[in-house]
């Protein structure tokens, strides 16, 4: 792939970013939003293309990597994009896993309402509401455990085990003891509160 980043600017900033730049991680992240994208796009199939938000997925990327940056192994721009896209695959195929399932459930709630009215609505989508459509640029680590200190325990919870480490909501729904439903509710409770804990969310996500 062209990268979009000089290679001797990007090494410069994987190295600031590692030790806690803002600045430095929101310009690498910046430069490869429309890269993690074109991964959503090309990974997700047309069925689900209009139950899937590439946005939704591409901050969760986001956030994760802002959380793992100092783990990275390496300094160079294409070190940095292979940690990055291997990040964004593991979100991308869990949306997959995730929504498929909940297509699977519509269809039988249809099939159930055919028999009965007061059939239960299917439940919402996990992420609900958009719950940005904007990446985070410029949140250095200490300023993203602050936001995450300020959440409700519940939330605090889940957004770290989705989000940072990358569990699948099957794992966290059993780690917690709590139903699918109620772990996606409060991620989506999670993300919008963290995002209100922010003042650097880029306008035209």
């Not at 609900?128 to 904007?134: F, K």
């Not at 917690?176 to 035209?204: C, F, M, Q, W």
Request: aromatic share 4%.
């Amino acid at each position: 792939m062209t990268h979009p980043l000089n290679s001797s600017h990007a090494r410069e900033l994987i190295k600031a970013a590692k030790t806690g730049d803002r600045d430095a991680m929101g310009e690498l992240l910046g430069a490869y939003r429309s890269y993690l994208r074109a991964i959503t796009e090309a990974e997700i199939d047309g069925a689900l293309k209009a139950r899937v938000d590439s946005s939704d997925i591409v901050q969760q990327t986001c956030l994760s990597a802002i959380q793992k940056i100092g783990d990275l192994d390496g300094s160079n721009q294409g070190q940095f994009v292979a940690w990055l896209k291997r990040i964004h695959l593991r979100n991308v195929q869990d949306a997959i896993r995730h929504n498929r399932g909940t297509e699977k459930r519509s269809i039988s709630k249809e099939q159930q309402l055919q028999n009965s009215s007061s059939a239960p609505r299917e439940p919402p989508h996990p992420l609900g509401d958009t719950p940005s459509q904007n990446a985070i640029r410029r949140e250095s680590t200490d300023e993203l455990k602050t936001a995450l200190a300020r959440l409700p325990e519940d939330q605090r919870e889940v957004v770290q085990l989705r989000c940072f480490e990358v569990w699948e909501f099957q794992r966290i729904s059993e780690h917690l003891d709590r139903t699918h439903d109620a772990v996606a509710s409060l991620l989506k409770r999670g993300l919008r509160n963290l995002r209100k804990y922010y003042n650097t969310i880029d306008p035209e996500g």
